[in-house]
T-cell receptor
Framework: DTGVSQDPRHKITKRGQNVTFRCDPI?????LYWYRQTLGQGPEFLTYFQNEAQLEKSRLLSDRFSAERPKGSFSTLEIQRTEQGDSAMYLCASSLDGQNTEAFFGQGTRLTVV | AQTVTQSQPEMSVQEAETVTLSCTYD???????LFWYKQPPSRQMILVIR??????QNATENRFSVNFQKAAKSFSLKISDSQLGDTAMYFC??????????FGAGTRLTVKP
């Protein structure tokens, strides 16, 4: 297992198109997080899963955003009708359950909406 | 609101010197954990150090240590003997009641030769 992987690494899309990102966590990790990060800022929480259950969603996650983790393994984040303001780095992290455990991050998917 | 605040957007330090990065947080809960993460340029985020809120003893990891002041809700990171490889964004974060992890805005640290 080489850690958390995200695909694609880069995505350029036209405004109004839909995009989907994938995250493969470390295999035994049951917790998975999605964050959005703009240049020079900290990661903004979007949502997280405990196994296949989506436990919390940020108010930042408008109805154009949806995330799934169907079998408690990989996760997808879909953005519908993309807007220029959606341009950002989308980070995925995974961890074992428990708040004292380390979260391992992927390298992120950089989205550019033109 | 449960927030994390890093008041120093940028800092610099000479190689081999010591630098302290500040972090304050706001929560009324008693069950939480605090973290410092490092994000080197164009590389992924990695954990530097963590602190359990119920422990009074400050955590230490080699050249990295924290000053945890629970009453003041302060959690600063001290880097001793700074190295060029310490150049990165540093983020303070917490998890409260085993919920999601929240981050501060970050401090950009530059270590100068």
């Amino acid at each position: 297992d080489t850690g958390v992987s995200q695909d694609p690494r880069h995505k350029i899309t036209k405004r109004g198109q839909n995009v989907t990102f994938r995250c493969d966590p470390i295999s035994e990790h049951n917790r998975l997080y999605w964050y959005r990060q703009t240049l020079g800022q900290g990661p903004e929480f979007l949502t997280y899963f405990q196994n296949e259950a989506q436990l919390e969603k940020s108010r930042l996650l408008s109805d154009r955003f949806s995330a799934e983790r169907p079998k408690g393994s990989f996760s997808t984040l879909e953005i519908q009708r993309t807007e220029q303001g959606d341009s950002a780095m989308y980070l995925c992290a995974s961890s074992l359950d428990g708040q004292n455990t380390e979260a391992f991050f992927g390298q992120g998917t950089r989205l550019t909406v033109v | 609101a449960q927030t994390v605040t890093q008041s120093q957007p940028e800092m610099s330090v000479q190689e081999a010197e010591t630098v302290t990065l500040s972090c304050t947080y706001d929560t009324s809960e008693s069950n939480y954990y605090l973290f410092w993460y490092k994000q080197p340029p164009s590389r992924q985020m990695i954990l530097v150090i963590r602190q359990e809120a119920y422990k009074q003893q400050n955590a230490t990891e080699n050249r990295f240590s924290v000053n945890f002041q629970k009453a003041a809700k302060s959690f600063s990171l001290k880097i001793s003997d700074s190295q060029l490889g310490d150049t990165a964004m540093y983020f303070c974060a917490f998890i409260i009641n085993n919920n999601d992890m929240r981050f501060g805005a970050g401090t950009r640290l530059t270590v100068k030769p």
